[in-house]
């Protein structure tokens, strides 16, 4: 999962919302790219497949007969292009999104990963989401995507409730290939939608560096996140 699947939606991310994000282009331009080869390709695909349909339709078996080793061929290596430029696609909108998250989101949405952050401040539940992703690329992709969720949302703020991470091993037999093991990692993360956050005048909401260091060590914020605190805190 990401934030979005296709260049058109996050172009209009970024008309919508009027984001100007340094290097987002560059990555807008290359799933572009992906994804119109992507679809040039089954476009192809599916156009001999027609071609091929037709002639056995009409009886010209020996013209389909001809066909149809080169359909396999284009078959075969059509969808194993379509898959690798479908991978590379998903590699930059993993990168758009950690952009869109770090220089955006975490300036609108206010982000609580544990209840003890809140103890200081007062605020009104709204809902509350979660999501499960296997195998994502981006270990932080689950509370980029509640993050967006909630600013769609136009929540204040989110709090982290669960963030956890799992292993799910799958093996299957054959009689030929003696049978094959993979392990698919899920992220699984959950959250509250908030707003109306108000600090209570009488608290001290002072943390110092070290609390977003030991966050950051067990896996809470990232380090891009960690920076962002860093810098705070040296101003």
Request: glycine share 0%; aromatic share 12%; charged share 25%.
């Given at each position: 999962m990401s934030i979005r699947t296709s260049y058109g939606d996050y172009r209009n991310i970024f008309n919508s919302y009027n984001l100007k994000i340094d290097g987002s282009e560059r990555f807008l331009k290359k799933i572009k790219i992906y994804e119109t080869i992507s679809k040039v390709i089954l476009i192809i695909i599916l156009a001999y497949a027609a071609m091929l349909f037709y002639n056995l339709a009409t009886d010209n078996k020996k013209e389909a007969e001809a066909m149809g080793f080169v359909f396999v061929l284009i078959l075969i290596f059509g969808s194993l292009l379509r898959f690798i430029?479908?991978?590379?696609?998903?590699?930059?909108?993993?990168?758009?999104?950690?952009?869109?998250?770090?220089?955006?989101?975490?300036?609108?949405?206010?982000?609580?990963y544990t209840f003890e952050e809140l103890k200081n401040f007062t605020y009104e539940k709204i809902e509350h989401i979660t999501t499960k992703l296997v195998n994502s690329r981006n270990t932080n992709q689950t509370i980029i995507d509640l993050t967006f969720m909630a600013f769609e949302k136009k929540a204040e703020g989110i709090i982290i409730s669960s963030n956890s991470q799992s292993s799910l091993t799958v093996g299957t037999i054959g009689k030929r290939t003696g049978g094959s093991i993979n392990t698919h990692i899920?992220?699984?993360?959950?959250?509250?939608?908030?707003?109306?956050?108000?600090?209570?005048?009488?608290?001290?909401?002072?943390?110092?560096?070290?609390?977003?260091?030991?966050?950051k060590e067990k896996g809470a914020i990232t380090q891009e996140e960690y920076e962002i605190k860093k810098k705070d805190f040296l101003k």
């Open positions: 430029f479908n991978e590379i696609k998903r590699v930059n909108i993993s990168k758009l999104d950690n952009l869109i998250f770090n220089n955006f989101l975490i300036k609108e949405i206010k982000i609580f899920i992220n699984s993360t959950e959250a509250i939608l908030i707003k109306n956050i108000k600090t209570n005048q009488s608290s001290n909401q002072t943390k110092d560096l070290n609390y977003w260091f030991e966050l």
